[in-house]
């Protein structure tokens, strides 16, 4: 008997214990310290250098913390011992990079970033141009509703002129033989936290080149990431995009990889002091985004770099050698062509609004 209420008694403490897995290590919100931003950058003699932006109710505003390590997780660890609370990393919406580092490489913070097991891998990226404290201590006002990530936000201070990427993506870029990326460039802002300054172009790991806002637009329908935006056709007419839609037809030749991309636009005339027609104004908006459409796969093509991911288009169409060598070889041998088809939904100033027109193409 008592052989079998020590059994039963051991019994009932491991379903006891079982019912408390996953409670032991929770820790109280007060005694946390949950950053929202990184900002890391190499110093001269190649530390890095980490700056954590903690949310500070106390403070009306944000609390920065700081240090410098050899390696990033070293840094972090550093701040954590004299830090009186513990540090939550799970929460970090946005890494900022300075554009010296960006330029030297971005392997070592992307790999540490992903395989870390407290840090979110849907947390975005950025580069940031300029006086680096000035960018990561910038506060316009003690808003406790404005967020650095609101930049960044389809549903709030987004558009389709800056690019967004997040850490996943970024670390299949960096390990894809057929596929490069863009990411946004900041400075410091004037009445607001950040300014972006168009993206960089990143080969492999490295800033290579940058693009205009101009360019990040296209960039954006290529990625099918395109939600609206206003585009200025001639010096007197705008014209803002409803809709934005590509469709590609790709070709192996036997002198390599062929593309024939069609961007459609469905778009709403919203300035027109000049007093064209909507024809006019459909043609001019055709030419503009076809020269600009031209001018970033040249300038992609001369940094062998495939932002746009066109490689990925071809990856069925290629062996294992071809695919090793897309960038080298077949990426800049690369025939190319792009159309741009119009459709104007309506007219604010014109006669026939809530109209559909006839595409011109």
């Not at 002091?273 to 093509?301: C, D, F, G, M, P």
């Amino acid at each position: 008997m008592i052989r079998r209420s020590f059994v039963s008694v051991i019994l009932l403490l491991c379903t006891l214990s079982a019912l408390l897995t996953g409670c032991w290590d929770t820790k109280d919100i007060n005694k946390r310290l949950m950053p929202v931003v990184m900002g890391i950058c190499k110093e001269k003699n190649q530390d890095y250098r980490i700056i954590l932006q903690i949310p500070s109710p106390e403070k009306k505003g944000s609390q920065y913390m700081e240090s410098s390590s050899a390696t990033i997780t070293n840094a972090i660890d550093n701040i954590r011992t004299k830090s009186e609370k513990g540090i939550d990393l799970l929460h970090i919406r946005l890494f900022l990079v300075c554009e010296k580092t960006a330029k030297e490489s971005l392997a070592d913070i992307i790999d540490y970033a992903v395989q870390a097991n407290d840090i979110s891998i849907k947390g975005l990226l950025a580069i940031v141009r300029g006086n680096f404290d000035e960018v990561i201590h910038h506060q316009i006002t003690a808003n406790p509703e404005l967020s650095s990530y609101d930049f960044f936000s389809e549903q709030a201070g987004w558009t389709p002129e800056s690019t967004i990427i997040r850490l996943w993506e970024a670390y299949r870029d960096i390990k894809s033989y057929t596929q490069d990326m863009s990411i946004p460039i900041l400075i410091k802002g004037t009445d607001t936290l950040y300014q972006f300054e168009g993206s960089a172009i990143i080969r492999v790991d490295k800033m290579v080149d940058e693009i205009s806002s101009d360019e990040v637009l296209l960039y954006n329908i290529f990625q099918e990431k395109y939600t609206g935006g206003t585009i200025e056709v001639a010096d007197q007419s705008s014209v803002k995009i409803k809709k934005a839609t590509i469709k590609h037809d790709i070709k192996w030749l036997a002198t390599g990889p062929q593309i024939k991309s069609r961007i459609k636009l469905k778009v709403e005339i919203l300035e027109n002091k000049n007093e064209e027609s909507e024809e006019q104004i459909a043609t001019k908006l055709k030419e503009t985004i076809e020269k600009r459409a031209n001018k970033l796969l040249n300038q992609l093509k001369n940094d062998r770099a495939d932002a746009l991911g066109i490689g990925q288009l071809f990856r069925k169409k290629m062996n294992e050698e071809q695919i090793k060598t897309w960038k080298q070889h077949w990426y800049l041998n690369m025939e190319y062509d792009i159309t741009v088809e119009v459709t104007i939904l309506n007219s604010l100033y014109l006669k026939s609004p809530n109209k559909i027109k006839k595409p011109v193409s």
